[in-house]
C-alpha cells in the first residue's frame, strides 16, 4: 500500500475529470486538498491558505494562468514550497520542479506526493538539528509546519 499523508495540498487542473480523479486519490490517501480550476484561482487559494498548503500540484496548461504563473506567485511568498508540474504535453522544463506526466497512476502520483513533502520535511529537520537556525527562523518553519520534531 503507498504511504499518503494528513498534509493540504494545493490542486490546480483545469480538466473536470483529471481534477476529480486526482483529489479522489489524494483524499482517499489522507490528504486535505484545495482544488483550483485554473492558474488564477490557484493563486487565490494559495493567498488565502498559505500557511497550511505544504503542496502544490499544478497542471501546466490551464486557462487565465498556467502552472508557472503559479509557482512564480507561489515562490514570491515561498521559495521552498515543494511542488510538481502534471502534463499531458511534452514540453521543455523551465526550472527543477518535478513532472508527473498525465495520465499517471495512484501510485505514482502518492509516491511521488509523499517522497517531496518527506524530503521537505527532512531539510527542516537537518537545519533545525544543526543549530542554523534563530527563533525567528524557527517560528517560520513553525508556521509553514515544517516537521522541526520529528
Not at 98 to 109: C, T
Request: glycine residues 8%.
Amino acid at each position: 500500500m503507498t504511504k499518503g499523508g494528513h498534509e493540504m495540498l494545493l490542486v490546480a487542473e483545469d480538466e473536470d475529470l483529471v481534477r476529480e480523479l486526482t483529489v479522489e486519490m489524494l483524499e482517499g490517501a489522507g490528504y486535505r486538498v484545495v482544488v483550483a480550476k485554473d492558474g488564477v484561482e490557484a493563486m487565490e487559494l494559495y493567498d488565502r491558505h498559505a500557511s497550511e498548503i505544504r503542496l502544490a500540484l499544478l497542471d501546466v496548461v490551464m486557462p487565465r494562468a498556467g502552472g508557472y504563473d503559479v509557482i512564480a506567485h507561489i515562490r514570491r511568498h515561498n521559495p521552498d514550497l515543494p511542488a510538481v508540474f502534471a502534463s499531458g504535453y511534452g514540453f521543455d522544463a523551465r526550472d527543477s520542479t518535478p513532472v508527473i506526466q498525465k495520465p499517471y497512476s495512484r501510485v505514482e502520483l502518492l509516491r511521488l506526493l509523499r517522497a517531496m513533502l518527506d524530503a521537505a520535511g527532512l531539510s527542516a529537520v537537518r537545519i533545525f538539528a544543526s543549530g542554523g537556525l534563530d527563533e525567528d527562523e524557527i517560528a517560520a518553519l513553525l508556521q509553514r509546519g515544517a516537521p522541526i520534531d520529528s
